[in-house]
């Protein structure tokens, strides 16, 4: 289930079951045939219009059923500030001269905050309140901005967007809503090489104490960097995807995980995804349990290391494929339907991508438009930028689409094919 919020207001949408609370977590996955009730709740600023997509009407809350994939759209605008109506002129004469009445005056755009490079900022936020900066970058610069949580503070989420104030929380070009190793939410941006830009910056009270809470922003430039790593641990029964978030890396780059007492592990491979990610793969099968640091090694021998990033626990599962068909409860001879093959790994290790097949006694095909053929082969993959790899809880949902047969049912078939080599 996705959640869109195309208004010029705030305000939040909670489900229940939980999974989704939005502005900050906006999508959500729940087991077919769950029924989901959605509930909204307008900013002191903002007003509820109403929903869209698979909801409608005006209620606060919508209630749906999981039968595929849902998409609904949440409007919340500003209440506009009203100027006074003048009272009515009188005249020498008895009759007094109307005065036309002003249209109402929108809330105007906040003015952001000017940040300067390597000078901290001390912020106030109030719940569920946003703050806004600017910041000229020089051109062929890689930028970090860190915010440092302090004293109110639970939970915050920073965005980032060039040329415009992020319009809602997550949703800016670059964003996080999670903590780093360090304990504070980092931003790493690649300014354009041709040109300055100016970079706007929103910060979402999300987890506030209700009197307000703290905060530094900081703004600096920097040539190699580590920011975070994720997952932050895994188990000793396999393959673990690691994606290591920083700045300045480039092909060529080396990673390995060491600690005090600990043994030296090398990865099987390193993806560099831009100069701001790395997507690595180790295979800690049997590895010692323990926190390990995260090292990062450049061509020219520069080494940055971030301490006790990622921790390797006793694994006592190893990977785990759970797979099912959802189909429809009932069908029409001649008529064209859809169905799911939906697919997680429930493990505590990572899983190359799977073989999917799915076989039929009726024609079927991943193209609505031309179902045709009784067996389609699919590669179960995952979600990242290493596709290849099925992440520890990662969940994925391909639609196929078939003819019911003119008697009897329609027989499919789902075979899963390891490919764990």
């Avoid at 029924?35 to 869209?52: E, K, Q, Y």
């Avoid at 920083?246 to 005090?260: A, H, K, P, Q, R």
């Avoid at 008529?335 to 493990?347: A, C, L, P």
């Avoid at 999917?356 to 067996?375: A, E, P, Q, R």
Wanted: proline share 7%.
């Amino acid at each position: 289930m996705i959640i869109s919020l195309p208004g010029t207001g705030s305000g939040s949408v909670t489900s229940e079951p939980s999974g989704i609370d939005c502005g900050s977590d906006c999508s959500a996955s729940y087991s077919p045939g769950t029924t989901v009730m959605l509930t909204v709740v307008p900013n002191a600023r903002s007003t509820f219009d109403g929903w869209g997509g698979d909801c409608s009407g005006t209620g606060s809350t919508c209630t749906l059923t999981m039968t595929g994939d849902k998409n609904v759209t949440v409007t919340f605008n500003l209440i506009p500030t009203p100027t006074p109506t003048p009272t009515a002129t009188p005249t020498p004469t008895v009759t007094a001269t109307p005065t036309a009445t002003p249209t109402a005056t929108p809330t105007p755009t906040p003015t952001p905050t000017a940040l300067s490079i390597d000078v901290s900022y001390q912020g106030f936020l109030l719940p569920s309140e946003f703050d806004y900066f600017s910041l000229e970058a020089e051109a062929n610069k890689l930028l970090k901005v860190e915010v440092v949580p302090q004293g109110g503070v639970s939970s915050l989420i920073l965005d980032a967007s060039i040329g415009k104030l992020p319009s809602y929380a997550g949703t800016g070009t670059y964003t996080t809503k999670d903590k780093t190793v360090r304990g504070n939410y980092e931003l790493s941006i690649p300014v354009s090489k041709s040109a300055n830009s100016t970079y706007y910056f929103s910060l979402f009270g999300h987890g506030i104490d209700k009197l307000g809470g703290n905060y530094t922003i900081t703004a600096s430039y920097v040539e190699k960097y580590i920011s975070d790593v994720s997952p932050k641990d895994g188990g000793n029964s396999g393959v673990i995807k690691l994606s290591i978030k920083g700045i300045g890396f480039v092909d060529g780059v080396d990673v390995e995980l060491s600690g005090s007492g600990l043994p030296v592990y090398k990865p099987d491979e390193i993806t560099v995804v831009s100069s701001i990610e790395l997507m690595v793969l180790f295979n800690i099968a049997g590895a010692s349990p323990g926190h390990y640091n995260v090292s990062v090694a450049w061509p020219d021998s520069t080494k940055k290391t971030l301490e006790g990033a990622f921790e390797i626990t006793s694994g006592k599962i190893g990977y785990k494929l759970e797979t099912q068909l959802i189909t429809p409860s009932a069908t029409r001879p001649g008529r064209n339907y859809s169905f799911v093959v939906d697919y997680k790994n429930t493990g505590d290790a990572d899983m190359y991508a799977p073989l999917l097949t799915v076989y039929s006694n009726t024609n079927m095909s991943l193209d609505k438009s031309n179902i045709n053929g009784d067996t389609v082969q699919l590669l179960g993959i995952g979600s990242s930028s290493m596709p290849n790899m099925l992440g520890i809880g990662e969940r994925r949902s391909i639609s196929l689409y078939f003819t019911a047969p003119s008697t009897g049912n329609a027989d499919l078939t789902l075979y899963v094919t390891n490919r764990q080599c």
